[in-house]
T-cell receptor
Framework: DTGVSQNPRHKITKRGQNVTFRCDPISEHNRLYWYRQTLGQGPEFLTYFQNEAQLEKSRLLSDRFSAERPKGSFSTLEIQRTEQGDSAMYLC?????????????FGPGTRLTVL | RKEVEQDPGPFNVPEGATVAFNCTYSNSASQSFFWYRQDCRKEPKLLMS???SGNEDGRFTAQLNRASQYISLLIRDSKLSDSATYLC????????????FGPGTSLSVIP
C-alpha cells in the first residue's frame, strides 16, 4: 500500500498525559499537512511542512502542540499535557505541489480520546 | 464571515436525482479549488480538482465562478454510493499556501 499511513489509529489517554502520533506520507510527496477534525466540521489546518521545513502553524496550535519532520519523510505530532478539548480526529495529508495545484491525499487519521 | 461556506444541508434525494452543491469563498486571492468526499468516520478523499473552465468526470461536474467567488458541484443520476459529506477546499497563496476546508454538505441518496 503506497498511500498515506498514520499510527496509531486510535489513542485513549488521560488528561495531562503526552501523546505522539506518526504520519508516513506518500514517498515522492514534498508537502505534509496536519489537520484536526471534530464531528460535523471540516478539517481544520494545524501546520504543514515543505520537505523538512515547517512553513506555517495555525493560531489554533497552542504551545502544547509540536510537530516535526526531521528528514523530510515521516512526521510526528506531539500533544503535551492533553486536555479534553483535544479529543478529535487528527488527519495527515501529503501532496506533490506542482504549480498552482496542490492535491492532497489523506491518511486514515488518528482518533484521540482524552478522558 | 467564514472564509469558505457551503450549503448547510443535509440533502436527502432519491436515487437517480440530480443534486447541486454550492460553495462560496471570501478571499479573492484564492487560486485553486477542490471537492473532496468524506464517508462517515473515514478520511476525506479527493473527488475533483476544479479548473477555471469547469470540468466533468462522469456523473460529476464542477464549475468555478471567480467573479462571484463560488464553486459548484453537480451530481447527476445519484447512486446510493454517493451518500457522503462533500467538502469544498480552497487553496490561497499568500506568504504561504493556505488550505481551507469548508464545513461540508451531507448527502443521503434514498432508494
Amino acid at each position: 500500500d503506497t498511500g498515506v499511513s498514520q499510527n496509531p489509529r486510535h489513542k485513549i489517554t488521560k488528561r495531562g498525559q503526552n501523546v505522539t502520533f506518526r504520519c508516513d506520507p506518500i514517498s515522492e510527496h514534498n508537502r505534509l499537512y496536519w489537520y484536526r477534525q471534530t464531528l460535523g466540521q471540516g478539517p481544520e489546518f494545524l501546520t504543514y511542512f515543505q520537505n523538512e521545513a515547517q512553513l506555517e502553524k495555525s493560531r489554533l496550535l497552542s504551545d502544547r502542540f509540536s510537530a516535526e519532520r526531521p528528514k523530510g519523510s515521516f512526521s510526528t505530532l506531539e500533544i503535551q499535557r492533553t486536555e479534553q478539548g483535544d479529543s478529535a480526529m487528527y488527519l495527515c495529508a501529503s501532496s506533490l505541489v506542482q504549480g498552482a495545484y496542490n492535491e492532497q491525499f489523506f491518511g486514515p487519521g488518528t482518533r484521540l480520546t482524552v478522558l | 464571515r467564514k472564509e469558505v461556506e457551503q450549503d448547510p444541508g443535509p440533502f436527502n434525494v432519491p436515487e437517480g436525482a440530480t443534486v447541486a452543491f454550492n460553495c462560496t469563498y471570501s478571499n479573492s486571492a484564492s487560486q485553486s479549488f477542490f471537492w473532496y468526499r468524506q464517508d462517515c468516520r473515514k478520511e476525506p478523499k479527493l473527488l475533483m480538482s476544479v479548473y477555471s473552465s469547469g470540468n466533468e468526470d462522469g456523473r460529476f461536474t464542477a464549475q468555478l465562478n471567480r467573479a462571484s467567488q463560488y464553486i459548484s458541484l453537480l451530481i447527476r443520476d445519484s447512486k446510493l454510493s454517493d451518500s457522503a459529506t462533500y467538502l469544498c477546499v480552497v487553496n490561497q497563496k499568500t506568504s504561504y499556501d493556505k488550505v481551507i476546508f469548508g464545513p461540508g454538505t451531507s448527502l443521503s441518496v434514498i432508494p
